[in-house]
Structure formats: C-alpha cells, structure tokens
C-alpha cells in the first residue's frame, strides 16, 4: 500500500526542525542529523534541503555542506511555523517576586524591568518611555556579546555604539504598531539598523489608563529562542501595565 506524502507539511516540519536544531547549536545543519528525527533517508532531508534552499529559506557556508537559515527563513518560521506558546508558571512566578519589592520612582520600575527580562532571556532588553524622547533603560549586553555571532571586534564596536548613540535603535523601537499586534519581531536587514544587521529585536507595548506608553523591547542574535522571548514579552508587558495602572 502506497501512503500519500503531504509534501508541503514535510517541508516545512523539515524546516522548523533544522532551525530549531540551529538555535539549539549555531553550527550547519547537516541531512543526517534532521533524518534521524523523521525517519527518513539523508538523500530524501537533502533534496528537502535543496528545495527550501532554492526557495531562499536555508543557505549554506561555502566550507560546510550543511545548512543555515536565512532572514526569509527565520521570518517564516516567526510567522508560520511556531506552535502556540506559553511563558513557564516558574517563570511567571519568578517575573511576579522580582516586583514584591517596594518602588517608588518611575525610572526604578522601567529599570526593574530591564533587568528582569534579561535575567530570564539572556539577551539585552530594553525599556523605552515615550515621553522620554532620548532616554530607555537597557540591560544584558554581556549575554549578547557572548554569543557566537559576536566574536569579531568590529561587530561589538558597532553594536555598543548603536546602543550608547540610542537614536536610531529608538527610532525602531518607538515604531507604530498595529492594534491587534502583541510581540512584533525584526529580523536581520528589517531593522534596518547596519550595527545589529545580524540582530533580532522583539518589541512589545505597554500600557497606562489603555494608553500606550512605552516599549519593552529583546535584542539578541537571529538565532534567539522565539519560543521563550515572544511568551516573555507578553507577560512582561501586563504586569509591567498592571504595575504602572496602580502606580
């Protein structure tokens, strides 16, 4: 009996699981390692490889037969291939005890927070106020400077100086959003930015009085663990919000 293939749903279970096997561990993807989580012939994993290469969401290195993901490859796994996710309770408990502790000024509870979502997301988090037109709290720039993609020097100078200048990474930040949109990603070359090229930046919005009044922002590699940071910012924002509404 022959069984019918959806070829289109293995392509991109294909594709999920090599980048998800690539945030794990930035090194090429080879058609070994992905055959043995389907089950399936190294031949069959390359021509799937090939197939999503041509569609520009794998690329390879010159020196490695095994595959990488591309911007267009990150943004449709954001986009389309993430399944429903939701923040740890021991996470939630953990982002809830941080804020037990008396504050009293504005600047301490946006520095609070930047603090807290980097602990829990190893990336650098960012807190913009919008009527603080050049002013937002910035924490975990070590965890960032620790990864992999971040070990040329012009890269970290670059970096640092896109973060201390403020401007233009507001500028991103600070964007519209849509009302319907909880978490907006930029990946790559969508910031627009050359000092993070090789940057995500997830950004979310919080609340005064359902007034939006700042931004909650990850910075990290493009390789970042979506999964965590997007259920992160999430929850982040609402108590952030439901914190600043008692304020």
């Not at 090939?50 to 390879?60: D, P």
Request: hydrophobic share 40%; proline share 3%.
């Amino acid at each position: 009996m022959v069984r019918n293939v959806d070829q289109g749903s293995r392509k991109r279970a294909v594709l999920a699981a090599a980048i998800n096997r690539y945030i794990q561990d930035p090194e090429p993807v080879s058609s070994e390692d992905i055959a043995r989580e389907f089950s399936l012939s190294s031949a069959t994993i390359r021509n799937i490889f090939a197939e999503l290469e041509e569609n520009g969401y794998l690329t390879h290195p010159h020196t490695s037969a095994g595959r990488v993901p591309t911007v267009l490859g990150y943004r449709y796994y954001v986009d389309f291939l993430l399944s429903q996710i939701e923040l740890l309770d021991e996470d939630k408990k953990r982002i809830v005890r941080e804020y037990t502790r008396e504050i009293k000024k504005m600047e301490d509870i946006l520095e609070k927070t930047s603090d807290v979502v980097a602990k829990l997301t190893h990336y650098a988090s960012i807190v913009s106020f919008l009527d603080w037109q050049d002013r937002y709290f910035y924490k975990g720039v070590s965890f960032v400077l620790e990864q992999p993609e971040f070990q040329d020097l012009k890269q970290i100078q670059l970096f640092i100086k896109m973060l201390e200048e403020k401007e233009e990474l507001l500028c991103i930040i600070n964007r519209d959003f849509k009302t319907d949109e909880k978490v907006r990603i930029y990946i790559g070359d969508e910031l627009g930015c050359a000092g993070i090229n090789n940057c995500s930046l997830a950004v979310s919005s919080y609340n005064v009085n359902n007034r939006p009044v700042g931004r909650l922002a990850i910075l990290g590699p493009m390789r970042m663990e979506y999964n965590h940071i997007i259920p992160a910012l999430e929850y982040v924002s609402g108590v952030l919000t439901d914190l600043l509404d008692e304020y």
